[in-house]
T-cell receptor, first 108, second 112 residues
Framework: AQRVTQPEKLLSVFKGAPVELKCNYSYSGSPELFWYVQYSRQRLQLLLRHISRESIKGFTADLNKGETSFHLKKPFAQEEDSAMYYCALSDSWGKLQFGAGTQVVVTP | DAGITQSPRHKVTETGTPVTLRCHQTENHRYMYWYRQDPGHGLRLIHYSYGVKDTDKGEVSDGYSVSRSKTEDFLLTLESATSSQTSVYFC???????????FGDGTRLSIL
């Protein structure tokens, strides 16, 4: 069965410090992975998609099939990065399996 | 923002009453989804639709039904609401099976 694990419920970092959000998955096929972000009082929005390999708002994520991980990283956190982040795995039918989410708090 | 409107945005109702949530899109996307968001669980798929009158169950479909009579509308019905269905419900749309999903603003539902 497919599963997405985000081990950290809360991540508190100082402005300017690096931030890494962990995501591990289990899936028997070839995974399609996403990171979604939900800022306070806003709708959930797509942050990154692994096949596009682009950097959005300074965030990057690399798919490591050997470690079955898709960790999200940013070298210098900003206060506006405070949000809830969800890792999600898409199956062959396009259905998304979400992790439980990681709340990021960036303090000045 | 993608043209997705969820209604109502907030609702409080009593156990045993029927409840219908509406998702309306103006993007002409083929796929539509209903999720519930609960602390510690992230978002979980309730039902989804891959076309008019074509729907299928998700991970947590018990107690819920859906209908899609036209491309732009996807309705979620709780036939007899229970307190365990208190949650925030999100609708999402996508162009295709592995295309990114775009979410609505959510409906906060409280069952007393």
């Amino acid at each position: 069965a497919q599963r997405v694990t985000q081990p950290e419920k809360l991540l508190s970092v100082f402005k300017g410090a690096p931030v890494e959000l962990k995501c591990n998955y289990s899936y028997s096929g070839s995974p399609e992975l996403f990171w979604y972000v939900q800022y306070s009082r806003q709708r959930l929005q797509l942050l990154l998609r692994h096949i596009s390999r682009e950097s959005i708002k300074g965030f990057t994520a690399d798919l490591n099939k050997g470690e079955t991980s898709f960790h999200l990283k940013k070298p210098f956190a900003q206060e506006e990065d405070s949000a809830m982040y969800y890792c999600a795995l898409s199956d062959s039918w396009g259905k998304l399996q979400f992790g439980a989410g990681t709340q990021v708090v960036v303090t000045p | 923002d993608a043209g997705i409107t969820q209604s109502p945005r907030h609702k409080v109702t009593e156990t045993g009453t029927p409840v219908t949530l509406r998702c309306h899109q103006t993007e002409n996307h083929r796929y539509m989804y209903w999720y519930r968001q609960d602390p510690g669980h992230g978002l979980r798929l309730i039902h989804y639709s891959y076309g008019v009158k074509d729907t299928d169950k998700g991970e947590v479909s018990d107690g819920y039904s859906v209908s899609r009579s036209k491309t732009e509308d996807f309705l979620l019905t709780l036939e007899s609401a229970t307190s365990s269905q208190t949650s925030v419900y999100f609708c999402a749309i996508s162009l295709g099976q592995n295309q990114p999903q775009h979410f609505g603003d959510g409906t906060r539902l409280s069952i007393l």
